[in-house]
């Protein structure tokens, strides 16, 4: 058992990939075990997560050298500089592997009864599972070129995903289309960016790159391509319009995974600007360029939502605007990042405050989808205008949408507000202004919840809604599931603070023990 | 470690002693409530609502749809949302221009910072 455990890493990635090749196979014969299949496979990638998490937090970061003589050989004798593909898993990354294995877990579960009356569900498990695979590669490696052909599954895998239900109507096609268009801009400045990297260093290893980082002008033209296509991926404004329409077309369960997904970008962004450049970049100016973006997203994403009457599209645009909650913590950490008092004064817990949020957003954003597609499930539409006194039908899932809301507007006592208290608290210190206009945000968000909750759940139950019913059990699973993590989360934020996301920040900050994880000297 | 207690940085928060305050502070509203108005009569002409003399509108016909919520905050920023939602065009070529446009902005500003 030992041994296979030791091989954790590499199975993250190899279980769903088998089963994404096995799952078209089977559906040839049983065409209902496939949803199973997925579930029981992501189920197992959960556990080994959390079996790696464990090792992760207590021992410190771990390497997998893929195809070496020793797992944990990275420099061979003789070699100055690591020629395998090696996954590098310190507390950052596997923070946000957690999020993907429990949102693909859930997913898997929730997609079991909502999507049972589809045709095609071999091929989309296929493709849901190629992208948890395709995001536990981008979280996990350590190999520049390794995340661009993750970057790449992943964004293909998305495109088919969204596009998915185009046989209802056209826009699913439509809205896969664009993605695909952004997603291969985007694949194509990361490509470059990394061609830069080779041509100057002869190395695609990270933490190898970064020992020997000279931030000469072609390592700007890489930051700048990287910065603006990894922040266009996890939605900041005004790159974000491929957000709504993806997001509000995709499957219910899908869309869920996308947030994540977009979410292991803005985890790139982190990684590049941290662990990748460091205080070699100037972290002022990239600090505010990062800060700006999370601002314009904030407002921008939740004053668009307002005036949104479908629900999946509102939802869509509060996830934009909660990226910039995410991007503002982070960039506040980074623009004070050489001034060692200002980071231990507010600079960390800035970061502690946008780490969190990833986590919580993952959770309240992907109950909230879920409870869209609920809706969808039963009324079949995504119209609020349509909608109204749903919650004398389905009453659980309308108590998972208040807690949902209650989260992302920042309500206590639930997970939203533990993390957007410490953004407050700690943007306070750097900039009061910053601070006001994110609790300013948080407020149009409740105000624009209140609107989804009064026109979906409340209100007599209209008449072509009378033999309504509440949605399958897998579906009201998925869901309680999250909305017990919301809860203990909200109840406990300093366990999770403090084991989980402070050792991520840390990873982030300290680039000299990413490196040496890979190049010896710790 | 306190169990509950997170520290924010400038502070501390505690969610279990939000929890109980707010039980505590519902209990003692229920109670308020429950002292209320004696003479209230339940399914009464005191318990509809006065529309000026004019009948009540079916409870069907009088839920406010989503399109309507909001509308004097729409209104009132105007100015704000016309060009805002001209912006989102739909239209993939200019998802594309922003994304050029951010980069030269970005090479810019990391140009000469």
């Known amino acids: ?522 | 470690m306190h169990i509950g207690l997170l520290e924010t940085g400038s502070g501390y928060w505690n969610a279990l002693i939000w929890v109980i305050t707010a039980v505590i502070i519902g209990i003692g509203v229920l109670w308020l409530r429950n002292k209320g108005q004696e003479n209230y009569k339940k399914n009464t002409d005191q318990t509809k609502p006065f529309l000026s003399g004019n009948p009540e509108v079916s409870k069907e016909d009088s839920h406010v749809g989503a399109s309507h919520i909001y509308w004097g905050f729409t209104e009132a920023l105007k100015k704000y949302y016309e060009p805002l939602v001209k912006l989102h065009t739909g239209n993939i070529n200019d998802y594309s221009g922003w994304i050029v446009l951010m980069m030269a902005i970005i090479f810019i500003i990391v140009g000469v910072s």
């Open chain 1, 1 to 522: 058992m030992s041994s296979i455990l030791m091989h954790a890493p590499a199975l993250v990635i190899a279980l769903p990939l088998l089963a994404a090749f096995f799952t078209p196979i089977l559906g040839r014969f049983n065409r209902k075990t496939i949803s199973w299949l997925a579930s029981f496979t992501l189920g197992l990638t959960l556990l080994l997560t959390l079996f790696i998490a464990k090792q992760v937090l207590a021992n410190g970061p771990i390497v997998y050298v893929f195809g070496g003589t020793e797992i944990g050989l990275t420099l061979p004798f003789g070699y100055t500089m690591p020629i395998r593909i090696i996954f590098q898993i310190d507390a950052m990354g596997i923070f946000m592997g957690l999020i993907t294995a429990v949102v693909a877990f859930l997913a898997a579960i929730y997609s079991i009864s909502y999507m049972e009356q589809h045709t095609g569900l071999d091929k989309y498990y296929t493709l849901l599972l190629l992208l948890a695979t395709s995001m536990f590669g981008m979280e996990l490696t350590g190999d520049i070129f390794n995340f661009f052909v993750f970057f790449e599954i992943a964004s293909i895998s998305s495109v088919a995903l969204v596009a998915f239900r185009s046989t209802i109507s056209g826009e699913p096609a439509e809205a896969g289309l664009k993605y695909m268009v952004v997603s291969s801009i985007s694949a194509l400045m990361v490509l470059f960016a990394i061609g830069l990297f080779y041509g100057q260093y002869d190395a695609l290893n990270i933490a190898t790159i970064a020992s020997v980082m000279q931030f000469t002008q072609l390592d700007k033209i890489a930051l700048i391509l990287l910065v603006t296509v990894l922040s266009m991926k996890a939605g900041s404004v005004p790159m974000h319009m491929w957000t709504p329409d993806a997001y509000s077309e995709a499957p219910a369960a899908i869309t869920m995974v996308l947030v994540a997904a977009s979410q292991a970008s803005l985890y790139a962004l982190f990684r590049i600007t941290f662990s990748l450049y460091n205080v070699t970049l100037n972290t002022i100016t990239v600090g505010w360029i990062i800060i700006i973006l999370g601002v314009l997203s904030m407002f921008i994403g939740v004053t668009m939502a307002i005036i949104q009457s479908d629900i999946k599209r509102l939802m869509a645009y509060h996830a934009i605007s909660q990226t910039g909650y995410m991007l503002l913590g982070v960039g506040v950490g980074l623009a004070v990042l050489t001034n060692p008092a200002a980071l231990e004064s507010y600079g960390i817990k800035a970061m502690e405050g946008g780490i969190f949020h990833i986590m919580n957003h993952a959770m309240y954003k992907g109950l909230l989808f879920l409870t869209a597609g609920s809706l969808f499930y039963r009324t079949g539409t995504r119209d609020l205008n349509r909608m109204g006194g749903l919650a004398h039908n389905m009453a659980y899932t309308a108590t998972f949408f208040i807690i949902g809301a209650a989260a992302i507007a920042g309500i206590p006592p639930f997970n939203g507000f533990a993390s957007k208290l410490i953004i407050y608290e700690s943007v306070y210190q750097f900039n009061p202004l910053l601070s006001i206009i994110a609790m300013l945000v948080s407020i149009l968000t409740l105000a624009s919840f209140v609107k989804v909750f009064h026109s979906a759940f409340l209100g007599p139950q209209l008449e072509h809604y009378k033999s309504v019913q509440e949605v399958p059990k897998s579906m009201v699973l998925a869901m309680a599931t999250l909305a017990c993590i919301i809860v203990f989360f909200g109840l406990f934020p300093e366990l999770i603070v403090k084991h989980i996301v402070h050792p991520a920040v840390m990873a982030l900050i300290d680039q000299a023990r990413y490196t040496a994880t890979i190049l010896g000297g710790i």
